[in-house]
């Protein structure tokens, strides 16, 4: 959920790294230079350091008990030039599926429901910015979906502050569109879409990608009803 990989792309890759045209730029980031086997036909650079993953790494795998705390010091390292971010969860923890969307991850993977070799499927999907969840992840996120979907009247800000370019953006986002493929539907550069996105995020008063497709959804209800927001 910031950056790219909807609700609306829940998936597991069964991608096989012979599919892969060129190398990817492999950044895998784990504190104590453990490395998932199966990655091992990607050659990824492992690091323990946050500093040396690159905004032109094609994927980053954050890979931990509890990354999302890699997840929210790339955002604050790189911001909108973050990579695509795989999680790699060694153990599942609610709290932290929703914080690492929150702050930009592409895709949620716990390992411990994962097969080995799926992952390294996972991240060649989440470099084409596309969406990996194991079931656990996923179950996480459509929970959220539904209690905010369902909650009773809020105070927060209402999605109609969006401009037409910038509710076009929500909308191919909510549907499950990369933000590539919404480069390209609207002939913009990928940089230009991250940016615009941001500036969604700040109007919306949200964190990331997963706050404001839950808002969008929130308003779309009673619009879709022909009852607008007050």
């Known amino acids: 959920m910031d950056r790219s990989g909807t609700l609306a792309t829940v998936t597991v890759s069964t991608v ?19 490395s998932p086997p199966s990655l091992g036909p990607l050659h990824p650079r492992v690091t323990g350091n946050l500093a040396t993953v690159r905004s032109t790494d094609d994927v980053v795998v954050c890979y931990s008990d509890t990354p999302a705390a890699d997840v ?26 929703i914080t690492a969307f929150d702050y930009g991850a592409t895709s949620y993977m716990v390992l411990t429901q994962t097969p080995e070799d799926a992952l390294v499927g996972a991240a060649i999907t989440t470099a084409r910015g596309e969406c990996c969840l194991s079931p656990l992840a996923a179950t996480t996120l459509l929970r959220r979906v539904h209690r905010a979907t369902y909650a009773g009247p809020c105070e927060s800000v209402h999605t109609d502050s969006l401009t037409p370019r910038e509710r076009q953006i929500m909308e191919l986002l909510v549907t499950g569109n990369t933000i590539a493929e919404i480069a390209d539907h609207l002939t913009l550069a990928g940089k230009t879409v991250r940016n615009k996105l941001t500036r969604i995020y700040a109007k919306l008063q949200v964190r990331g990608q997963s706050e404001a497709i839950l808002l969008w959804l929130r308003d779309q209800r009673p619009l879709a009803a022909g009852i607008h927001p007050a």
């Open 72 to 97: 929210v010091g790339l955002y604050r390292n790189l911001g909108t030039d973050m990579p695509a971010v795989l999680v790699a969860a060694r153990r599942f923890d609610e709290r932290d599926v």
């Open 16 to 34: 096989d790294a012979s599919e892969t045209m060129t190398p990817l730029s492999v950044a895998l980031v784990s504190h104590d230079g453990a």
